[in-house]
């Protein structure tokens, strides 16, 4: 799927850029300035709100970065973004350096694993998502989560660089504390945190802790789909509490999989683009055929305000045809996309550059076969419950989990308390998120 879509940005670019008389090449004209010139171009043309864009003196600007951040369209844009070509495109096949965990403060300011990847040293050491995490390097973890000093923790965490070495101290549900020395290595994650079938009461179903939409997603589908054909399930609860988003084909497969596999007639969901190009490049996308499509008439989705793009996009695309239910938080509200391009643009001189930046502003918003979008406000839950990194994934006594199951057996509540919250870091720096990336359609200038 990378590899087409490189090919499609590598393909049409030319036809957005090729009338343009390149200019004489000199020295001072950095590949910064460049990259700048470039997007600004790219942007006049493609960007959703481009006839929002400021005047501008683009030889003000130093590099793409500040250019995009003087045209961004405030405050709804919060999403465009410019990156290293490289970074970007490992971290979409699944490429991690660290030690693939994820902490978060609880409601007693203790510090928890909040997910752990499988790649980590820690998983076979038998960490999880629930334990207590008392101190790391000797100094306690608490404070700095409950100051909210991120430099601090990030400092304390180290570079992301294969071969840092960190000791943690961890207190186990039973109690007991263990230490481990975990090194940062390089591994691809696991999209699919977990995947179990449960007995209810309301029958057999599937459980999907689902946390991006990145390539190796589609594999890790199919497997867990396919034990819930095997299982039997007539419900399904997908818990996307973490998942910011990734490809669209992902997001078509995901949604395809809940239906039957002769849904492919009927509309996903559509991208409507700005009055410029959205008369070529406005689409509809139909349901795909799966390996395993379970045929299910309802589904409960689990969010919180990490749920975004491509999450999103996955919930509204199946409202106009199963019982939708959510709970949880209210998703983030990204009902919109990108299309990205590599930077330098291929040319007739230079048909395969070798690329240095993803450029990828936000081109359109998603729409379901009812039309139904723009949520930029997010989308609102059901039932309301706690993100509880008290217990891992699965635990049907976690509190999200336990709301929806209370959904599908009929017993749903809202919650006594008020729901919090959590503090939740990741490791080090991170590369764009909220993301629902489509290659770009052809354009004719």
Not at 146 to 172: D, E, H, P, R
Request: glycine content about 8%.
């Amino acid at each position: 799927m990378m590899k087409r879509i490189i090919l499609i940005s590598a393909l049409i670019v030319p036809l957005l850029f090729g009338c343009r008389e390149e200019p004489d090449p000199i020295d001072e004209y950095t590949l910064e300035e460049r990259a700048r010139d470039g997007l600004y171009d790219l942007m006049k043309y493609v960007y959703l709100w481009y006839n929002t864009m400021p005047t501008v003196k683009v030889s003000d600007y130093e590099g793409p970065e500040e250019i995009l951040e003087a045209l961004r369209f405030k405050p709804k844009d919060m999403w465009s973004f410019v990156a290293d070509w490289e970074s970007f495109m490992a971290s979409m096949q699944g490429s991690f350096v660290g030690h693939g965990i994820r902490m978060g403060l609880d409601g007693a300011n203790n510090v928890r694993v909040v997910s752990l990847y499988e790649g980590s040293d820690l998983w076979p050491q038998g960490v999880r998502r629930g334990w207590i995490v008392k101190e790391i390097n000797g100094t306690a973890i608490a404070p700095i989560f409950i100051s909210g000093n991120n430099t601090a923790y990030n400092n304390l965490m180290g570079s992301s660089t294969a071969g840092v070495t960190n000791t943690f101290k961890f207190q186990k549900p039973d109690g007991t504390e263990v230490t481990y020395s975990s090194v940062k290595s390089s591994f691809t994650i696991n999209s699919v945190t977990a995947a179990k079938t449960l007995d209810l009461s309301s029958g057999k179903t599937g459980y999907l802790a689902f946390e991006t939409f990145i390539e190796p997603s589609e594999q890790e589908l199919n497997e867990a789909f396919a034990e819930f054909k095997a299982n039997n399930v007539t419900d399904l609860i997908i818990d996307l509490r973490y998942n910011t988003g990734g490809y669209m084909d992902i997001a078509q497969q995901l949604s395809s999989l809940v239906l039957s596999w002769d849904d492919t007639t009927s509309v996903c969901y559509k991208l409507t683009y700005n009055s410029l190009v959205g008369p070529e490049w406005n689409e509809s996308y139909n349901f795909v055929r799966t390996e395993s499509p379970l045929g299910l008439d309802r589904v409960v989705f689990i969010t919180t305000r990490s749920s975004a793009s491509a999450s999103e996009v996955v919930i509204n695309s199946l409202l106009p045809y199963v019982d939708v239910s959510i709970v949880g938080d209210t998703t983030h509200g990204k009902p919109a996309g990108m299309n990205i391009w590599g930077f330098p643009f291929p040319s007739n001189a230079e048909p395969e550059p070798d690329y240095e930046y993803v450029f990828a502003p936000i081109t359109f918003e998603y729409l379901n076969a009812m039309d139904q979008g723009r949520f930029y406000d997010g989308i609102a839950p059901d039932v309301r419950a706690e993100d509880d990194i008290t217990r891992d994934f699965g635990d049907p006594e976690e509190a999200s989990l336990k709301a929806a199951i209370g959904i599908l057996e009929g017993t749903k509540a809202a919650p006594a308390t008020p729901v919090r919250r959590s503090r939740i870091w990741s490791e080090g720096s991170q590369l764009p998120t909220e993301l629902f990336l489509s290659p770009p359609q052809q354009f004719k200038k």
